[in-house]
């Protein structure tokens, strides 16, 4: 009988405990929890939010890193303690913070402190530009820059040593182009790589030659770049964390919170972890590996695995791989259906055979890895679209949400299928910014045809499929207010031409602003935890300088970002005056 008692009792006593510890779990998510205090709220704001249930507010409350409430400013000035930080937004716009999600971050970072071509219009001003850049940097080092277009060489649509020779005969001189796939090196530059006329091509490069001597001309496509870049010194790692710092400061300055790496940054995960550690991490990185041609190999699985394992968190992580399957138009090395309307004998070549090309990413896929993979011609996307379905096809994977990179040009049969593979069309606005490298170079060497199908983003959505939106920097700024401005405009900062350049597909600005933000966060795999200013979400929002609904679109690009907070946490703002 009294053991009877005893176990009635036990039992009567874990029942109990039972009981209050569900009832403290209860207590944790009462109305009464969520009136504490805020530890900051943002008031007096125009909040769009991107949640469909409540699109506008006035004001967001802000606790540890979490968004706890979003309203008026009466309701939300409830929430104020006597520690609560008021951020009065001046009835400036808020909107969440924007995500980058096709970038090259270090590459990037490194680039700031190199001679910047953009906007050169021809080689007598490359030449002042880079005169100007080796004046403060007189030691007999290398002259780096990068940004150069094809448009610069007028007919050439290539560059020449001779240009760089003439400032730099006994110095070595290394430019990489806008778009990263094509570089330009002096005489004594491919001296010291060993160029020559009988070198041989390297796998998926070109050393571009002289049709009479063939002798190198100075340009180098693709991989034939990587012959003189391995002899340039590379930064220390003090150097490397000098930039990220840099980088971030001004990704965070033009309201970016977060951004999809897609090569480069890999390598440097633990340059980034390191910042982490030390607080100085103010932008949110998902980090893809690169997967090289000519198929996967156990040694990129091991590393895959390891940084999906050991990088899980909301700052930084992993399980995303990057392949690239072809190049670029300018150069015809862009993988076409048809050959180059300028150059019959051309049809551009994918860097992967299409069967390893295949396997790779049915393997991946399997792994509920990520995938993003560089397709620039109407084959190359192809090519991927094929290799997604038959993915699809055999792992029947659960919330797959494979990304195709770029899409310059795609055949309208192709078109409808990201919305039916559920394909995310990762896309970049200022890649199609119509300026002379646009409409004579890119349109020249793919024809009216394949031109008529040009960044087809509204044609994607419209037809089921997902856009986000991101930059490719260093190939373009990283700033998201030039891209928002491309994407509802078509047309370059002088407002030509007129009407847009294929204006059907433009997007309206809430479509645009979705592919930076939410669209973003559903590229990511992270919409239910960012991307939109609603309860629950992570703290990354930004205020602006300007209501960008009640402007002239042509001006949405001189938007400057008044205050940038990201986890509940300022990270940048203007300076007080």
């Not at 924007?98 to 021809?122: R, T, Y």
């Not at 780096?144 to 610069?152: D, E, F, I, Q, S």
């Not at 400032?167 to 570089?183: C, E, I, K, Q, W």
């Not at 990129?300 to 392949?323: C, F, H, P, Q």
Request: aromatic share 8%.
């Amino acid at each position: 009988m009294i053991k009877l008692r005893k176990a009635a009792i036990l039992a009567a006593l874990a029942a109990l405990f039972a009981f209050l510890a569900s009832a403290a779990v209860f207590a944790q998510n009462t109305p009464d929890q969520k009136r504490q205090p805020a530890d900051t709220i943002l008031v007096n704001g125009k909040v769009y939010t991107l949640n469909p249930k409540q699109s506008w507010a006035q004001a967001v409350a802000i606790r540890g890193e979490q968004i706890i409430a979003v309203g008026d400013d009466a309701e939300i000035k409830k929430l104020r303690g006597p520690a609560t930080t008021v951020i009065d937004a001046r009835a400036k716009l808020i909107l969440p913070g924007f995500v980058d999600c096709h970038i090259h971050f270090l590459e990037g970072s490194i680039s700031l402190g190199q001679a910047n071509l953009e906007g050169a219009k021809n080689p007598a001003d490359i030449q002042r530009i880079l005169r100007e850049y080796a004046e403060k940097r007189p030691a007999d080092g290398w002259i780096l820059g990068r940004g150069w277009n094809y448009a610069m060489f007028g007919e050439e649509n290539l560059p020449h040593k001779k240009y760089l020779d003439e400032l730099f005969p006994n110095r070595p001189a290394f430019l990489v182009g806008y778009d990263g796939h094509t570089s330009w090196a002096n005489s004594k530059a491919l001296a010291l790589a060993g160029i020559h006329k009988d070198t041989p091509n390297p796998p998926n490069g070109s050393i571009v030659r002289d049709p009479n001597t063939g002798e190198a001309t100075g340009a180098l496509k693709e991989s034939a770049g990587g012959l003189v870049a391995r002899l340039i010194p590379q930064p220390t790692r003090t150097e490397k964390l000098a930039a990220l710092r840099a980088g971030i400061h001004w990704a965070n300055e033009n309201g970016l919170t977060r951004v999809h790496s897609a090569g480069g940054d890999f390598e440097e995960f633990d340059l980034y972890d390191e910042l982490r550690r030390q607080g100085a991490l103010t932008l949110r990185m998902y980090i893809a590996y690169f997967l090289n041609p000519p198929e996967l190999r156990p040694t990129d699985l091991a590393a895959i695995e390891e940084a999906r394992k050991k990088y899980t968190g909301d700052w930084l992580s992993g399980g995303v791989v990057k392949m690239m399957i072809d190049g670029v138009v300018e150069s015809h090395t862009a993988a076409m259906l048809e050959p180059y309307t300028d150059d019959p004998s051309a049809k551009g070549k994918l860097f992967w055979e299409p069967d390893k090309y295949r396997a790779a990413v049915a393997e991946l896929d399997k792994r509920g890895l990520q995938l993003f993979t560089h397709a620039i011609g109407d084959y190359a996307v192809r090519t991927a679209l094929d290799a997604y379905e038959n993915a699809e096809n055999i792992n029947h994977t659960r919330d797959r949400r494979p990304r195709i990179e770029h899409i310059e040009t795609v055949t309208a049969g192709d078109v409808p299928r990201f919305g039916t593979l559920g394909v995310i069309a990762s896309m970049q606005p200022l890649h199609a910014y119509p300026d002379e490298d646009t409409l004579r170079v890119w349109a020249g060497n793919t024809g009216a045809d394949r031109a008529s199908r040009a960044w087809v983003w509204n044609s994607i959505q419209k037809a089921g499929g997902h856009l986000a939106f991101g930059s490719d920097w260093n190939v373009v700024t990283l700033n998201p207010w030039e891209g928002l401005q491309m994407a509802v405009t078509r047309q370059t900062t002088e407002g030509t031409p007129a009407g847009g350049w294929l204006p059907e597909e433009r997007v309206s600005l809430a479509q645009a602003i979705e592919a930076y933000t939410l669209g973003a966060a559903y590229a990511g795999r992270r919409e239910k935890t960012e991307g939109s200013i609603e309860p629950g979400k992570l703290a990354d929002v930004v205020i602006v300088s300007q209501n960008i609904f009640e402007i002239d679109p042509r001006a949405i690009g001189k938007t400057k970002v008044v205050k940038t907070i990201v986890g509940g946490k300022v990270v940048y703002e203007v300076a007080a005056k």
